[in-house]
């Protein structure tokens, strides 16, 4: 629950970048795919994590799991925003080809 707020702010710049198509650090830009998957690294662990606190809460209320997977909710959360945040980053450091037009 302490990535909420983080969350909100990947989510936000990943749609920001989806619909420029475009990222730039420092003198470092990216465009096309690059900046789409970028994007998409960056929306995607929101609706994952909701998604996957909607199935955790009907196993708590249908009795097929305990209160004790929350922390394993926690952790999970945790895993999906360093993993978004790893995927942005590995799509941005990749090299940009030059198609020579």
């Known amino acids: 629950m302490g990535t909420l ?3 909100i702010i990947m989510t936000l710049a990943g749609l920001i970048i989806l619909i420029m198509r475009k990222v730039q650090v420092g003198r470092m830009q ?25 199935v955790m809460s009907v196993l708590i209320a249908t009795g097929a799991a305990s209160l004790a997977i929350v922390e394993v909710g926690n952790s999970a959360e945790l895993g999906l925003v360093l993993g978004g945040l790893a995927a942005a980053g590995v799509f941005f450091s990749l090299p940009v080809r030059n198609t020579g037009a």
């Open 5 to 7: 707020a983080f969350e």
């Open 30 to 54: 990216r465009t096309g795919w690059q900046a789409t998957a970028i994007g998409l690294s960056l929306l995607l662990p929101l609706p994952l994590v909701l998604l996957m606190g909607m």
